[in-house]
């Protein structure tokens, strides 16, 4: 019995610190990337998500948007995201890590449902291009979040930033969508709006993200 | 009254008039709305027309979602017709909704809205503070462009980011040349023109937005590095000059030969007694009367010690003819020296095939040797003695005749060829009629041939003892080392000649009656010994017609012993 107590414990260490270690290929010096790598990771990674979702809503621009109809909000509105610069300079770091990170998470749901149903409309409108590129974005915005809560604590050992945990945060989006997907029901002009709000909320984070790497890093390239 | 009445009524009706033309103002364009630093906007309007009426502008907006108008709040600072958003009117990402209202007196026109995000309206101003400077990389000079940002765009914080150009064109010219900076705020250009004088501009571009203005040109003139490039000039000179030189010495040197050997002298006619001059005169007869050698056939002694091979003689050395040989038949084999390592013999003088016809005939194993010749018999004793004597001599060769002065028969099959050495040449016997070499073969040894009046061809190419040719006469006179017999059959008045045909291999000597032997018989000796001669074999098998005639030459004989000159070995 303690035998095979100590085996489970063995095992469970072991497997512990081999997870804490990175694991690099055939035994190699790993290259612990920097947090300028980091940056630079995640803001190129930004950047191709705002390029796909100008893409997509430039393909579905030609419907007519709800917004200039009437009252449309982004289900990400009531996201504290800071509209200029004072504002988002007034936001300390982690504030605004939380705020992408809140952005990032508040898309996971509404892109798969995108997706979804871009799939049901393109046997009628369109081919399978708009759905690919949905579910592209998709990915990128969870790759995205995943470096950015890397990046976050990265920046946390270094001590640049506080110690306040950097939760991932739960989909807000979800709770606070008055988006026309959550009533199952999107139509081309739904999605128009949508990839609005999604051009829009990449270029915040990407924005952010720029914010963070030059208040972190000044350098040359700030 | 009627004038004041017309007057009034004028003046009310201009009035009138007047009044009527007045409208409500035309509706005012947006034109514009741009943002230097994504931080404040300023919209701009054309006014339609006014409708002859002073006419108000103004400005209202709303934000995204909202209900609530507002107007513009700054219509100066910007300029006339325009209004200007400051910071703290002015949202990111918030689309507002513009519209212009022109009012006058008699009514007021809404312009189209327009929808705006600041984030897509953003154009800087220039970059400013653009420097230029030249500086060297390993001694090569190159330019290195510097700039700022525009001053309002806040770039250091992260706010706005810029992507920079470049572009740089020579002074005088009309093209330029762009160059893409990214983010980076200097930039090296390279491999421009020495001496050359430069205009560099910058502009830059936020993410999403329009490019600025270009910046001022800043002039730049680049230094010369021209004496880097003269010194390469000045090598390449020297190295070509010296090069130049060395080919014209060689020219000089071995012009003659390098001229011979890219044109290599053409071969102009070698005719004997051919006299240019004398064609050139003009004279036929007299250029073809040149032609005709006064010494063909050569009769003189004088070139004989030129000649290549010697006639032997054979005699016989009593009355007894010696038959011609069949060239079937038997076969006289002169013994030879036993080394033969002449590997320019014919098919004719092959060893084996004269052996082979030898062979069978020859009733003497040891000694090959036989002929149904009239050679034989007592006389071939002797001459049997003679071969085994002449087995041990290794002279008696014949010399071989150059192949220039065959004329012969063109079968040119086998060839007598034989070698004589230069102790068996000691002694040529050379007359009209005949010539004969005396050789030390045995110091006795002496093989005269017969001249013939044709000069003969004979290629001598091993060691051959004898080599006979007879025109005329079937003689064959063999002196051997030891013996001094002498196979001959001897006329004084003539001689009698056996011709021999050819000497082929296994020692055997073909001999031909020359007056009952049609011109076909051809007999072949090689020699057994080797000879370091290598001299073609003549098969001399035409016929022999004449007696003492001048031979012809399809008769196989040629007398080269007067044309060619021995060859001393």
Redesign the interface.
């Known amino acids: 019995m303690t035998r095979g107590y100590f085996a489970v414990l063995t095992l469970l260490q072991l497997s512990l610190r081999v997870r804490s270690a990175p694991i690099c290929a055939f035994g190699a010096k790993c290259h612990v990337p920097t947090l300028a790598d980091v940056f630079e990771r995640v803001i190129q990674q930004s950047s191709r998500m705002h390029s796909i979702s100008s893409d997509l809503h430039a393909e579905f621009d030609s419907y007519p948007s709800r917004k200039q109809v009437g009252k449309w909000k982004c289900h990400t509105h009531d996201i504290l995201a800071p509209g200029d610069k004072k504002n988002a300079q007034s936001l300390g770091r982690e504030e605004l890590t939380q705020v992408i990170l809140r952005l990032l998470g508040a898309w996971r749901d509404p892109l798969l449902q995108l997706h979804q149903s871009m799939r049901q409309q393109q046997e009628e409108d369109q081919g399978p291009h708009s759905s690919n590129m949905a579910l592209e974005m998709s990915d990128v915005i969870q790759e995205l979040r995943a470096g950015v809560l890397k990046m976050a604590d990265k920046m946390k050992l270094l001590g640049v930033l506080s110690g306040n945990t950097v939760a991932p945060a739960p989909p807000e989006g979800a709770l606070h969508s008055s988006g026309s997907y959550k009533r199952g029901a999107a139509s081309p002009v739904d999605h128009n709006d949508l990839l609005h709000c999604l051009s829009r909320d990449s270029d915040k984070v990407k924005n952010y993200l720029r914010i963070l790497q030059c208040s972190t890093l000044p350098g040359l390239e700030c | 009254m009627r004038n004041i009445l017309e007057w009034t009524c004028l003046l009310l009706l201009l009035a009138t008039l007047r009044a009527n033309s007045h409208s409500p103002p035309e509706k005012p364009t947006l034109t514009s709305c741009r943002s230097p630093e994504?931080?404040t906007f300023t919209c701009w309007w054309q006014p339609g027309s006014d409708g002859g009426l002073p006419t108000t502008y103004a400005l209202y907006y709303r934000k995204?979602?909202t209900d609530a108008v507002y107007e513009c709040p700054d219509y100066f600072t910007a300029g006339e017709n325009s209004c200007f958003f400051n910071?703290n009117d002015?949202?990111?990402?918030?689309?507002y909704n513009i519209t212009v209202v022109a009012t006058n007196r008699l009514g007021s026109t809404f312009s189209d809205p327009v929808?705006i995000?600041v984030?897509y309206i953003v154009q800087p101003n220039s970059p400013e503070n653009v420097s230029l400077t030249v500086m060297e990389d390993k001694g090569w000079p190159f330019l290195r462009v510097a700039w700022e940002p525009p001053p309002k765009a806040?770039?250091?914080?992260?706010?706005i980011?810029l992507v920079y150009e470049i572009r740089i064109r020579l002074e005088g010219e009309n093209e330029w040349v762009i160059h893409v900076a990214g983010?980076?705020?200097l930039f090296n250009i390279f491999s421009l023109r020495s001496g050359g004088s430069y205009l560099v501009q910058v502009r830059c571009k936020p993410?999403?937005g329009f490019w600025s203005e270009w910046s001022s040109a800043s002039h730049i003139r680049f230094p010369d590095y021209f004496h880097r490039e003269k010194s390469t000039w000045i090598v390449v000179t020297v190295f070509c000059a010296f090069m130049v030189l060395s080919v014209t010495w060689l020219l000089r040197m071995n012009g003659h030969s390098l001229k011979h050997y890219l044109l290599p002298p053409v071969p102009g006619p070698k005719i004997k007694g051919f006299n240019q001059q004398l064609l050139k005169n003009g004279k036929s007869e007299d250029v073809f009367s040149a032609l005709v050698m006064s010494d063909f056939p050569p009769m003189s002694s004088s070139n004989y010690e030129d000649l290549l091979v010697e006639y032997l003689e054979v005699y016989v050395p009593d009355e007894q003819e010696v038959k011609s040989k069949e060239l079937h038949g038997g076969c006289f084999k002169l013994e030879s020296s036993t080394s033969d390592s002449d590997s320019g013999r014919g098919s004719c003088d092959s060893h084996t095939l004269l052996m082979d016809k030898c062979g069978p005939s020859n009733g003497n194993g040891d000694h090959p040797m036989g002929t149904e010749d009239q050679v034989g018999g007592r006389d071939w004793d002797d001459g049997l003695d003679a071969k085994e004597d002449m087995s041990g001599l290794d002279v008696g060769r014949v010399k071989t005749w150059p192949s220039v002065f065959s004329p012969l028969p063109t079968s040119a099959s086998s060839l007598l060829n034989q070698q004589i050495s230069r102790e068996l040449t000691k002694h040529h016997c050379l007359s009209d009629s005949m010539f004969c070499t005396q050789g030390v073969l045995g110091p006795e040894f002496s093989l005269c041939s017969a001249q013939l009046a044709m000069p003969q061809l004979i290629e001598s190419r091993s060691d051959f003892n004898i080599h006979k040719l007879s025109a005329e006469k079937d003689r064959v006179q063999a002196v051997t080392e030891d013996t001094s017999a002498i196979l001959q059959t001897f006329v004084p008045q003539e001689r009698d000649y056996s011709k021999v045909r050819r000497v082929g291999s296994g020692n055997m000597l073909l001999l031909q009656r020359v007056s009952e032997r049609g011109p076909d018989a051809c007999e072949e000796k090689s020699n057994s010994a080797g000879t370091n001669v290598k001299t073609p074999s003549v098969c001399l098998h035409s016929a022999m017609q004449g007696q003492k005639d001048t031979v012809l030459a399809t008769s196989g004989y040629v007398d080269t012993a007067a044309m060619v000159p021995m060859p001393t070995y």
Not at chain 2, 90 to 95: D, E, K, L
Not at chain 2, 154 to 159: A, C, E, F, P, V
Request: hydrophobic share 20%; aromatic share 8%.
């Open positions: 994504k931080e995204e979602n910071k002015t949202s990111i990402w918030v689309n929808d995000d984030v806040d770039t250091r914080s992260g706010w980011t983010q980076q705020k993410d999403h």
